[in-house]
């Protein structure tokens, strides 16, 4: 007979692995639904929620009137859509697909890309940006005569607009100096990128529920951070001037058959400036579509070698060393040998004048002059050429201006105190050739030599919301004396010769100023090496115009001008550079309020 096969203790260590177990079992399920709530919550939560930064309104552009919207922020449409609910009926789906890209007028290529999101299988896709209300309320019809109101839809969102138009066509105003407003929400090149915080404002940041598509449920959402909204900005620009400029110009650009034509008018005493301007522009309405060549705004960001100009920085540089006065006597020898015969430089017609006065140097931009006098700064190149560049220094050459405007450029300036300069370099600086600089250095700069002295920061903002923007204060870098001495040779170089007098002179107001033309280095030319542009050059004015001193100062560049003939030492072009300085400074000082009152003389005639 067997025996029993049950035991107690058995049993009882059976009970004892049940009872161990389930404690476990128990104990884990504790740990998990207790110790571990908050983290499974929490990714729970991550599952369901979603966190969501809102962009503020952006803050409005205005001139400086406060009135003239330059740039604004408006509500516009987003066609959006959940492909994967559209329902199994091909020919109503292509029926819908047809009468939306109608509606959108969309070119063959953005028609495929159009039909290929609305009909996959995606459970969210955006199918156009910046719609208008009428466009939207076209598309709304389409989308319910077709029933699909529950798979296309259309929701508001905000879009920059720069209501103003260019001076040129397909241009709106001042859109280089603007700049643009990206898809995301970033402002991108001048007013835009450089004030991006302070338009842009702070977002709104919220925690929202997902949808069953994956979308976030604004309407129902926990508010964590209510933002701030972007502040308004007032410029220094005047919308009506900023138009005339665009205007001159394209009309200039056109005429000379130029690569680009720019023009900047500043106040030189306060460093407002009241309108910059460069062709050809874009229209910042349609940046997508734009060359991003465009974007960049070349008042503050070409450089390049200004000519003839930068005499005016020798006449400063001689005239603080003592070396030269107004009515020194200079030997024009029409050529110069340089370094024991290894260089030579000519005046632009290669005739020499014989000796003259320094004053009469510049007016006829006697380039073999102005080398004597520079390299007559000091006994040695070395040293003439150490005070030169620190004249350029003193005005601001070969840095930022400073110009609350994104992008801007450093220029180009040799230091010979890193490299030695020979004596041709010290002739090249004399006039302009071996520097690169930007428009609105040439205009700050002489700004700096007619205001009496003080090297001013310009700037394009006035005011911040409704809190004025105080001016950098500037420093003294010229003496009175030899800033109206400057002034008076400007004066004397447009009132002596005829050519310039002719084009140049305004009746009623003072005005002076200094023409530059500069051949062009091309590193294309001769295979590679390098040489000069053939029948280019780079045409500059820089001058001012005041009622009985100087009110405002204008700076114009046009860039790789053709010449209507090509001759030794005449260059003329349709629209010569002081001629456009003079069309420029007509409608400015009409513009801005600055009618004649005297006349025509400077009150620094006589210092």
């Known amino acids: 007979m067997l025996g029993r096969t049950d035991s107690r203790r058995r049993l009882l260590v059976v009970l004892l692995v049940f009872v161990v177990t389930g404690s476990g079992l128990v104990a884990r399920l504790a740990w998990w639904q207790v110790a571990q709530q908050p983290m499974l919550a929490a990714r729970a939560q991550d599952q369901t929620l979603t966190q969501v930064s809102i962009p503020s309104r952006r803050g409005t552009v205005y001139d400086r009137s406060g009135t003239v919207v330059l740039a604004t922020t408006v509500d516009r449409y987003m066609l959006e859509a959940n492909p994967n609910l559209l329902g199994p009926d091909a020919a109503a789906r292509t029926r819908l697909t047809t009468d939306l890209i109608g509606i959108l007028g969309l070119v063959p290529a953005d028609a495929a890309v159009f039909s290929q999101k609305l009909n996959s299988n995606r459970p969210y ?354 003496s009175p004396t030899i800033a109206a001495t400057l002034t008076n040779l400007m004066s004397y170089v447009i009132h002596t010769v005829p050519w310039y007098a002719a084009k140049t002179l305004v009746k009623g107001y003072v005005i002076g100023g200094k023409t530059g033309t500069a051949q062009i280095w091309d590193q294309r030319q001769n295979h590679g090496h390098g040489g000069w542009m053939p029948n280019r050059f780079n045409n500059t004015f820089v001058g001012y115009i005041g009622r009985n001193a100087p009110d405002l100062v204008i700076a114009v560049e046009i860039h790789e001008g053709k010449p209507l003939v090509i001759k030794q030492g005449d260059l003329p072009l349709a629209v010569e550079s002081y001629e456009l300085f003079r069309r420029i400074a007509t409608d400015a000082m009409t513009t801005l309020d600055l009618h004649p009152t005297g006349s025509g003389t400077p009150t620094s005639q006589n210092p």
């Not at 699909?148 to 709106?172: I, Y």
């Not at 069953?212 to 308004?232: E, H, K, M, S, Y």
């Not at 309405?285 to 734009?290: F, R, V």
């Open 125 to 478: 896709v955006i199918l156009a940006h910046d719609l208008d209300q009428a466009t939207a309320d076209r598309l709304q019809a389409a989308i319910t005569a077709e029933g699909a109101g529950n798979e296309v839809d259309l929701a508001t969102e905000a879009a920059r607009v720069e209501p103003q138009v260019g001076g040129a066509p397909k241009t709106s105003l001042a859109a280089q100096l603007l700049g643009f407003v990206n898809r995301d929400g970033v402002g991108q090149y001048g007013i835009e990128q450089y004030y991006q915080d302070t338009l842009a404002g702070r977002p709104k940041v919220v925690l929202a529920a997902r949808s069953i598509n994956g979308r976030a449920l604004i309407d129902t959402a926990q508010v964590i951070d209510p933002g701030a909204p972007g502040q308004d900005i007032t410029l220094t620009i005047d919308d009506s001037l900023q138009l005339g400029v665009e205007q001159e110009v394209m009309a200039a650009a056109v005429a000379d058959s130029a690569v680009s034509v720019s023009a900047v008018v500043i106040d030189p005493k306060t460093g407002q400036v009241y309108a910059e301007a460069s062709y050809p522009s874009y229209d910042a309405n349609n940046y997508a579509q734009t060359p991003s060549s465009r974007f960049v705004d070349p008042v503050i960001s070409a450089t390049y070698e200004p000519g003839s100009v930068f005499k005016m920085l020798t006449a400063l540089a001689a005239l603080q060393q003592g070396t030269i006065t107004p009515t020194s006597i200079v030997n024009d020898s029409g050529s110069l040998s340089l370094d024991h015969g290894a260089a030579r430089i000519y005046d632009s017609d290669k005739r020499p004048m014989g000796r003259i006065t320094f004053e009469k140097v510049l007016a006829f931009s006697r380039n073999v002059g102005a080398a004597r006098v520079a390299l007559g700064l000091a006994s040695t190149t070395n040293r003439a050429a150490s005070i030169l560049k620190a004249t350029w220094d003193k005005l601001g050459i070969g840095r930022p201006t400073g110009i609350d405007l994104a992008g801007e450029a450093r220029g180009t300036v040799h230091d010979p105190a890193i490299q030695p300069w020979h004596q041709v370099d010290v002739a090249n600086g004399a006039f302009g050739q071996g520097v690169a600089v930007t428009v609105i250095q040439l205009a700050t700069a002489y700004a700096a030599m007619v205001n009496g002295g003080t090297l001013v920061t310009p700037h394009v903002v006035a005011a911040i919301g409704n809190q004025p923007v105080a001016p950098t204060p500037g420093a003294q870098v010229i």
